[in-house]
C-alpha cells in the first residue's frame, strides 16, 4: 500500500495521519509534543504507521477485532512503561543519600501501575485526549501520596524521581516489533481457539503487505524544526484549511484555535484558503489560556467545559490575557461568583476575541468548522454557536469528532497532491526522521 | 536563488548623500544656517532649499535611529516622561531623543529648530508632535494646512487654498528666520531639477514591470526615495543621485538580473507583490529577509510615495512653482482617500502583473493603519487576488513578532501558490 504521511507538530500535541492513493485515511497518531520534537514527531509517525497495519489486520479478523485493537494499545503503553520502570530505577538510585529507600517504593508503585495497565490504558481515556504521560503521571501521583502517607518517604522526593525519569522515558523511540505486540494483544485479550488463529493468520496475511511511504508533508507551529526538506513543509494554515474542508465539504470557514494561536481561515469550493487572519503574537485566548485556568482551579482540563456549561449566570469576563486570568479568576471568585460562571465567562471571552479574528478574516460562512484543541471543550462550542448567530444569523457550526487530525490530515493531502514524483526519492534521502 | 552580496556605485552615493546631510546638518548654526524641521509628506524642500535653510525631517532621525537599533532606548525615555505606550513611537522616538541630548542617528547633535514648519497631509499626530516641540523650543511656527483629497481628485479651490496659504503663511515665516526674501528663480530652478531626478526615480520603479524585476520597490524603494523625499530634492547632487541608480538598474535590467539585496541578487522571483503600509525599521533586514527566502520581490508600494507619488506621475513643475507645491502635498499618498488608496493599489497589481499584494498594519500609525482591513477587501475585489496581512510598528521593537509575521508571509505565499496550482479560477468574497 501506497501511503501519504502528514505530520503536525502543534505546541501541545503532534499528530501524524496516513492517507492511501484514494485519499483515505489509512492510519493516525497523535502523542503529547514534549521537549524533543523529534521524538514526538517519531512516536506520532509510528503510531501512525502501526494503526495503518493494525487497521489492515483487524479488517481481516472479524468479531474479536475490538478486543484486540484496545489490547494492542495497551501492550505498547507497556512497552513504554517497562522503560519508565528502568528510568525510575536510574533517578532513585541517583538520589542523593536516598537511593536506597527510594528505589523499593518506586518498583511498588511501578509493579501497581503494571497491575493497573488494562484499566489506566483504556480506550476511554485516549478518547479524553490523555497521553501516556498524563495517565502515568496522575496514578503515580495519587500512589506516592498514599505510600508517603504511612512510611517516612518524602512526597517530594518521590516526585522527583518521577518528574526525571519521564523525561526520560519520553524523549526516547521505543523499538516494538509489530508482530509480537500484535501475539500479546491477542493473548490480553482473552482470545482463544479458532479465533486466535483467525487473528493469527490474518496478522500474517497482512504483514505480506508493504507500507510505502510515498510522499510526507510536515506542517504545524514547530514545523521549522521537523527533519524534512523545505519544500515538504506547509503553513498550518493551509493545511487545517484544506483538512477541514476535507473532513467536511461544505466548510467554507475555519476557526482554529490551538494551544499557541488562533487562526480564521476562509476557504474556496476546493478547499483552498482564499483569507485568513490569526492573532498576534500575544497567545491570549488560546489553548494555553485554558491550560492555565484549569492548572489555577486545580482541574483537568477536560473538565473545564462540563463545569462551564452548568452556569446559570456567566461572570463578565474582559481579559484574555492568560497573564491576568489568574488574578481576575481570584478576584471573581473571592466576590462570590460561582466557579461554572466564572468559567463560563472565561469560555466567552476566549470565543469574543476569536469572533473578532473571524470578523477581520472575511465574516463566517457557511459552514463553519471548529478545529484545534478548543474544539474539544463543549462550553467553547457553545459559545462559538451563540455568538456567530448573534452575529451573522443561523450558520451551521460544525466540530468532527477527529478534528484534532484536520492538520495533520491537511498536510497528508498536500502531500499525496503536491509533491512531484520525481522529487521524491531525494527528499527520503534527505529526511532522516522518515525511514518507514 | 541568491547570488553574493555586490554593492553597487548608487548605493554607496545614497550612503555618503545621508551621511553628508546629517554633517552639514550639525553645522548649520556655525554655517549661519537657520534650522527648520518639517515632515516628509508635503515637505517643501525646494522652497527651504531657495532659502538655503537646513531641513530636519523628525521621523527620518526616528528610523535612522531605529535602523541603528537606538530607538528602544529613545522610546523608553519618552514613556518614563509620561508619554503612552500607545503613542506614536517615532513621536516617542524623537521626544526621547531629543530628551538624550538630541543625538542624531549617526552621533552628531541635531540643532534646535529655528522654525517649525508643519505641512499636515493627514497626520494628526504630526500637529500633536509640532505642539510638543513647539512648548519645548519656543520658536516660530507655521502650519500649512492641505486639504483632504476625500473626494479623489484635486480641485482648483483647493489649489488656491494652498498657495495662499503659501504666500501668506509660509513664505513670510521662512523669510523671517532666513532674512531675505524669496528668490522666485532660483525656487525655479530647483523645480527643474526636482523634475529631472523625479523622471529618473520614476523610470526606475516603472522598471520592476520587467521580469524578473530588477528592483525591489519596498525593501529596495526605501532607500531610492530617501535623498528626494527628503532635503536633496531640487539639487544638483540628487540629479546625479537618481542618474547612477538608473544606470545601475539599467545594467541589471540589461543582465537579466534582480534586486541587490542583503542576502545577494534575487534573480529567481517566485512572487511579484505590491506592498502597503510602511516597513518595521527595528528589524528591517529581517522582516526584508522573510519576503527574500520565499523568492517574494516587492514589484511596486504605496510607501514610496508618501513623500511623492512621482511613480503615478505626478512631476513638479517650474513654470507654475507655488501651485506645483502645492499639487505635490495635496497629491501625497497619506493626503488620499481610502477609495484613492485602493484604487492606487490595484493599479499597481495590475501594472506590475503582480501575483497578490501584502498589507502591513503598523501599531504606531494609525494615519496609515486605519481602516487597512477595508482597503485590503477593496483590492481583493478590484483585482481578484487575495491579500495579505501582517502587523507590526515602526520602529518600537516591541511589536515586531518574527515568527509571527514569518508565518503569516509564508501562509499566504503557499496561499499564492496553492491557487497558482488550481487550474480554474477561485472565488473572492466580497
Same mark, same amino acid.
Given at each position: 500500500?501506497?501511503?501519504?504521511?502528514?505530520?503536525?507538530?502543534?505546541?501541545?500535541?503532534?499528530?501524524?495521519?496516513?492517507?492511501?492513493?484514494?485519499?483515505?485515511?489509512?492510519?493516525?497518531?497523535?502523542?503529547?509534543?514534549?521537549?524533543?520534537?523529534?521524538?514526538?514527531?517519531?512516536?506520532?509517525?509510528?503510531?501512525?504507521?502501526?494503526?495503518?497495519?493494525?487497521?489492515?489486520?483487524?479488517?481481516?479478523?472479524?468479531?474479536?477485532?475490538?478486543?484486540?485493537?484496545?489490547?494492542?494499545?495497551?501492550?505498547?503503553?507497556?512497552?513504554?512503561?517497562?522503560?519508565?520502570?528502568?528510568?525510575?530505577?536510574?533517578?532513585?538510585?541517583?538520589?542523593?543519600?536516598?537511593?536506597?529507600?527510594?528505589?523499593?517504593?518506586?518498583?511498588?508503585?511501578?509493579?501497581?501501575?503494571?497491575?493497573?495497565?488494562?484499566?489506566?490504558?483504556?480506550?476511554?481515556?485516549?478518547?479524553?485526549?490523555?497521553?501516556?504521560?498524563?495517565?502515568?503521571?496522575?496514578?503515580?501521583?495519587?500512589?506516592?501520596?498514599?505510600?508517603?502517607?504511612?512510611?517516612?518517604?518524602?512526597?517530594?522526593?518521590?516526585?522527583?524521581?518521577?518528574?526525571?525519569?519521564?523525561?526520560?522515558?519520553?524523549?526516547?523511540?521505543?523499538?516494538?516489533?509489530?508482530?509480537?505486540?500484535?501475539?500479546?494483544?491477542?493473548?490480553?485479550?482473552?482470545?482463544?481457539?479458532?479465533?486466535?488463529?483467525?487473528?493469527?493468520?490474518?496478522?500474517?496475511?497482512?504483514?505480506?503487505?508493504?507500507?510505502?511511504?510515498?510522499?510526507?508533508?510536515?506542517?504545524?507551529? !514547530?514545523?521549522?524544526?521537523?527533519?524534512?526538506?523545505?519544500?515538504?513543509?506547509?503553513?498550518?494554515?493551509?493545511?487545517?484549511?484544506?483538512?477541514?474542508?476535507?473532513?467536511?465539504?461544505?466548510?467554507?470557514?475555519?476557526?482554529?484555535?490551538?494551544?499557541?494561536?488562533?487562526?480564521?481561515?476562509?476557504?474556496?469550493?476546493?478547499?483552498?484558503?482564499?483569507?485568513?487572519?490569526?492573532?498576534?503574537?500575544?497567545?491570549?485566548?488560546?489553548?494555553?489560556?485554558?491550560?492555565?485556568?484549569?492548572?489555577?482551579?486545580?482541574?483537568?482540563?477536560?473538565?473545564?467545559?462540563?463545569?462551564?456549561?452548568?452556569?446559570?449566570?456567566?461572570?463578565?469576563?474582559?481579559?484574555?490575557?492568560?497573564?491576568?486570568?489568574?488574578?481576575?479568576?481570584?478576584?471573581?471568585?473571592?466576590?462570590?461568583?460561582?466557579?461554572?460562571?466564572?468559567?463560563?465567562?472565561?469560555?466567552?471571552?476566549?470565543?469574543?476575541?476569536?469572533?473578532?479574528?473571524?470578523?477581520?478574516?472575511?465574516?463566517?460562512?457557511?459552514?463553519?468548522?471548529?478545529?484545534?484543541?478548543?474544539?474539544?471543550?463543549?462550553?467553547?462550542?457553545?459559545?462559538?454557536?451563540?455568538?456567530?448567530?448573534?452575529?451573522?444569523?443561523?450558520?451551521?457550526?460544525?466540530?468532527?469528532?477527529?478534528?484534532?487530525?484536520?492538520?495533520?490530515?491537511?498536510?497528508?493531502?498536500?502531500?499525496?497532491?503536491?509533491?512531484?514524483?520525481?522529487?521524491?526519492?531525494?527528499?527520503?534521502?534527505?529526511?532522516?526522521?522518515?525511514?518507514? | 536563488?541568491?547570488?553574493?552580496?555586490?554593492?553597487?556605485?548608487?548605493?554607496?552615493?545614497?550612503?555618503?548623500?545621508?551621511?553628508?546631510?546629517?554633517?552639514?546638518?550639525?553645522?548649520?548654526?556655525?554655517?549661519?544656517?537657520?534650522?527648520?524641521?518639517?515632515?516628509?509628506?508635503?515637505?517643501?524642500?525646494?522652497?527651504?532649499?531657495?532659502?538655503?535653510?537646513?531641513?530636519?525631517?523628525?521621523?527620518?532621525?526616528?528610523?535612522?535611529?531605529?535602523?541603528?537599533?537606538?530607538?528602544?532606548?529613545?522610546?523608553?525615555?519618552?514613556?518614563?516622561?509620561?508619554?503612552?505606550?500607545?503613542?506614536?513611537?517615532?513621536?516617542?522616538?524623537?521626544?526621547?531623543?531629543?530628551?538624550?541630548?538630541?543625538?542624531?542617528?549617526?552621533?552628531?547633535?541635531?540643532?534646535?529648530?529655528?522654525?517649525?514648519?508643519?505641512?499636515?497631509?493627514?497626520?494628526?499626530?504630526?500637529?500633536?508632535?509640532?505642539?510638543?516641540?513647539?512648548?519645548?523650543?519656543?520658536?516660530?511656527?507655521?502650519?500649512?494646512?492641505?486639504?483632504?483629497?476625500?473626494?479623489?481628485?484635486?480641485?482648483?479651490?483647493?489649489?488656491?487654498?494652498?498657495?495662499?496659504?503659501?504666500?501668506?503663511?509660509?513664505?513670510?515665516?521662512?523669510?523671517?528666520?532666513?532674512?531675505?526674501?524669496?528668490?522666485?528663480?532660483?525656487?525655479?530652478?530647483?523645480?527643474?531639477?526636482?523634475?529631472?531626478?523625479?523622471?529618473?526615480?520614476?523610470?526606475?520603479?516603472?522598471?520592476?514591470?520587467?521580469?524578473?524585476?530588477?528592483?525591489?520597490?519596498?525593501?529596495?524603494?526605501?532607500?531610492?526615495?530617501?535623498?528626494?523625499?527628503?532635503?536633496?530634492?531640487?539639487?544638483?547632487?540628487?540629479?546625479?543621485?537618481?542618474?547612477?541608480?538608473?544606470?545601475?538598474?539599467?545594467?541589471?535590467?540589461?543582465?537579466?538580473?534582480?534586486?541587490?539585496?542583503?542576502?545577494?541578487?534575487?534573480?529567481?522571483?517566485?512572487?511579484?507583490?505590491?506592498?502597503?503600509?510602511?516597513?518595521?525599521?527595528?528589524?528591517?533586514?529581517?522582516?526584508?529577509?522573510?519576503?527574500?527566502?520565499? !523568492?517574494?520581490?516587492?514589484?511596486?508600494?504605496?510607501?514610496?510615495?508618501?513623500?511623492?507619488?512621482?511613480?503615478?506621475?505626478?512631476?513638479?513643475?517650474?513654470?507654475?512653482?507655488?501651485?506645483?507645491?502645492?499639487?505635490?502635498?495635496?497629491?501625497?499618498?497619506?493626503?488620499?482617500?481610502?477609495?484613492?488608496?485602493?484604487?492606487?493599489?490595484?493599479?499597481?497589481?495590475?501594472?506590475?502583473?503582480?501575483?497578490?499584494?501584502?498589507?502591513?498594519?503598523?501599531?504606531?500609525?494609525?494615519?496609515?493603519?486605519?481602516?487597512?482591513?477595508?482597503?485590503?477587501?477593496?483590492?481583493?475585489?478590484?483585482?481578484?487576488?487575495?491579500?495579505?496581512?501582517?502587523?507590526?510598528?515602526?520602529?518600537?521593537?516591541?511589536?515586531?513578532?518574527?515568527?509571527?509575521?514569518?508565518?503569516?508571509?509564508?501562509?499566504?505565499?503557499?496561499?499564492?501558490?496553492?491557487?497558482?496550482?488550481?487550474?480554474?479560477?477561485?472565488?473572492?468574497?466580497?
Amino acid at each position: 500500500m501506497k501511503v501519504f504521511l502528514g505530520v503536525d507538530l502543534g505546541s501541545t500535541t503532534s499528530k501524524a495521519v496516513l492517507v492511501d492513493e484514494a485519499e483515505r485515511v489509512v492510519g493516525r497518531g497523535i502523542t503529547n509534543t514534549r521537549s524533543n520534537y523529534d521524538v514526538a514527531v517519531e512516536v506520532a509517525r509510528r503510531d501512525a504507521i502501526t494503526d495503518a497495519r493494525l487497521a489492515m489486520t483487524l479488517g481481516l479478523v472479524g468479531d474479536a477485532g475490538a478486543a484486540i485493537a484496545q489490547a494492542f494499545w495497551v501492550e505498547q503503553d507497556l512497552l513504554r512503561l517497562e522503560r519508565l520502570r528502568q528510568t525510575c530505577r536510574a533517578a532513585a538510585a541517583a538520589t542523593p543519600g536516598e537511593g536506597p529507600r527510594l528505589a523499593p517504593t518506586v518498583d511498588m508503585i511501578l509493579a501497581r501501575l503494571f497491575d493497573e495497565a488494562d484499566t489506566l490504558f483504556n480506550a476511554e481515556a485516549r478518547t479524553r485526549g490523555s497521553f501516556f504521560r498524563d495517565i502515568v503521571g496522575a496514578r503515580f501521583h495519587a500512589l506516592a501520596e498514599e505510600v508517603c502517607q504511612r512510611g517516612a518517604i518524602d512526597f517530594e522526593r518521590l516526585l522527583g524521581v518521577y518528574d526525571r525519569a519521564i523525561l526520560e522515558a519520553e524523549n526516547e523511540v521505543i523499538d516494538a516489533s509489530f508482530d509480537e505486540m500484535f501475539a500479546a494483544a491477542i493473548e490480553r485479550a482473552g482470545v482463544e481457539g479458532p479465533a486466535r488463529d483467525a487473528a493469527l493468520a490474518a496478522a500474517e496475511r497482512a504483514g505480506g503487505e508493504a507500507i510505502d511511504l510515498a510522499g510526507f508533508v510536515g506542517t504545524g507551529y !514547530g514545523r521549522a524544526r521537523l527533519p524534512f526538506p523545505r519544500d515538504c513543509i506547509r503553513s498550518e494554515i493551509l493545511c487545517h484549511g484544506l483538512g477541514a474542508f476535507t473532513m467536511l465539504p461544505q466548510t467554507r470557514t475555519v476557526l482554529d484555535i490551538g494551544g499557541q494561536d488562533t487562526k480564521a481561515i476562509q476557504v474556496d469550493e476546493r478547499g483552498l484558503v482564499t483569507s485568513f487572519q490569526m492573532n498576534d503574537r500575544c497567545a491570549a485566548g488560546c489553548g494555553r489560556y485554558l491550560g492555565y485556568i484549569a492548572d489555577e482551579l486545580s482541574l483537568g482540563l477536560h473538565e473545564l467545559g462540563p463545569l462551564a456549561l452548568q452556569a446559570r449566570r456567566p461572570s463578565r469576563i474582559t481579559s484574555t490575557c492568560t497573564v491576568f486570568a489568574g488574578t481576575e479568576i481570584r478576584d471573581l471568585l473571592s466576590v462570590g461568583e460561582k466557579r461554572e460562571d466564572v468559567l463560563s465567562g472565561l469560555h466567552r471571552a476566549i470565543i469574543t476575541r476569536a469572533m473578532s479574528l473571524l470578523a477581520r478574516s472575511g465574516g463566517v460562512y457557511d459552514e463553519l468548522t471548529f478545529t484545534g484543541g478548543v474544539a474539544r471543550n463543549e462550553a467553547a462550542v457553545a459559545a462559538l454557536r451563540d455568538m456567530v448567530f448573534t452575529h451573522y444569523g443561523p450558520r451551521t457550526v460544525n466540530v468532527h469528532t477527529d478534528s484534532i487530525y484536520t492538520g495533520a490530515l491537511g498536510a497528508a493531502l498536500f502531500a499525496k497532491r503536491g509533491v512531484p514524483a520525481e522529487d521524491l526519492d531525494d527528499a527520503k534521502k534527505e529526511c532522516t526522521g522518515c525511514s518507514a | 536563488m541568491t547570488t553574493p552580496v555586490r554593492k553597487e556605485p548608487s548605493m554607496e552615493t545614497q550612503k555618503a548623500l545621508l551621511a553628508g546631510y546629517f554633517s552639514r546638518l550639525a553645522r548649520a548654526k556655525e554655517d549661519k544656517r537657520p534650522v527648520v524641521y518639517t515632515f516628509v509628506p508635503g515637505n517643501l524642500a525646494e522652497l527651504l532649499g531657495a532659502f538655503d535653510v537646513a531641513p530636519v525631517y523628525p521621523e527620518v532621525n526616528a528610523l535612522q535611529s531605529a535602523m541603528r537599533q537606538r530607538s528602544s532606548d529613545f522610546i523608553r525615555e519618552a514613556e518614563r516622561a509620561g508619554h503612552s505606550e500607545d503613542v506614536c513611537s517615532y513621536v516617542k522616538c524623537d521626544l526621547g531623543m531629543m530628551m538624550k541630548g538630541n543625538v542624531g542617528p549617526t552621533g552628531e547633535v541635531i540643532p534646535p529648530p529655528d522654525l517649525l514648519l508643519l505641512s499636515f497631509t493627514g497626520c494628526f499626530t504630526f500637529m500633536k508632535w509640532f505642539e510638543l516641540l513647539r512648548d519645548q523650543y519656543d520658536c516660530e511656527v507655521a502650519m500649512l494646512h492641505i486639504p483632504y483629497q476625500g473626494d479623489g481628485e484635486i480641485t482648483d479651490e483647493m489649489r488656491r487654498y494652498v498657495v495662499d496659504q503659501l504666500q501668506r503663511e509660509v513664505i513670510p515665516k521662512l523669510e523671517k528666520v532666513a532674512g531675505h526674501r524669496l528668490d522666485l528663480d532660483r525656487l525655479r530652478e530647483r523645480l527643474a531639477r526636482s523634475r529631472k531626478a523625479e523622471d529618473d526615480l520614476a523610470w526606475v520603479f516603472r522598471a520592476a514591470q520587467h521580469r524578473p524585476s530588477p528592483i525591489d520597490a519596498y525593501f529596495g524603494g526605501v532607500y531610492y526615495i530617501g535623498p528626494i523625499f527628503t532635503s536633496f530634492r531640487g539639487t544638483d547632487e540628487a540629479c546625479a543621485y537618481y542618474a547612477e541608480l538608473r544606470a545601475d538598474v539599467e545594467a541589471r535590467l540589461a543582465a537579466g538580473e534582480g534586486p541587490t539585496t542583503p542576502s545577494g541578487t534575487l534573480s529567481d522571483q517566485k512572487f511579484r507583490l505590491v506592498v502597503e503600509g510602511p516597513p518595521n525599521w527595528t528589524s528591517f533586514r529581517d522582516f526584508w529577509k522573510i519576503f527574500h527566502d520565499e !523568492g517574494a520581490v516587492a514589484v511596486a508600494s504605496t510607501y514610496t510615495q508618501v513623500g511623492g507619488t512621482y511613480e503615478r506621475g505626478f512631476r513638479h513643475d517650474p513654470a507654475n512653482p507655488l501651485e506645483s507645491l502645492a499639487d505635490y502635498c495635496l497629491s501625497c499618498y497619506t493626503n488620499l482617500s481610502l477609495p484613492a488608496r485602493s484604487k492606487v493599489l490595484a493599479d499597481m497589481v495590475k501594472e506590475y502583473d503582480a501575483d497578490g499584494f501584502v498589507v502591513h498594519s503598523v501599531k504606531s500609525c494609525n494615519s496609515f493603519s486605519a481602516g487597512q482591513l477595508h482597503m485590503l477587501r477593496e483590492v481583493e475585489k478590484l483585482t481578484g487576488l487575495p491579500g495579505g496581512f501582517i502587523e507590526s510598528d515602526l520602529v518600537d521593537a516591541r511589536y515586531y513578532g518574527h515568527s509571527n509575521i514569518k508565518n503569516r508571509i509564508e501562509s499566504y505565499l503557499q496561499m499564492l501558490a496553492a491557487r497558482r496550482g488550481a487550474s480554474r479560477p477561485t472565488e473572492v468574497r466580497a
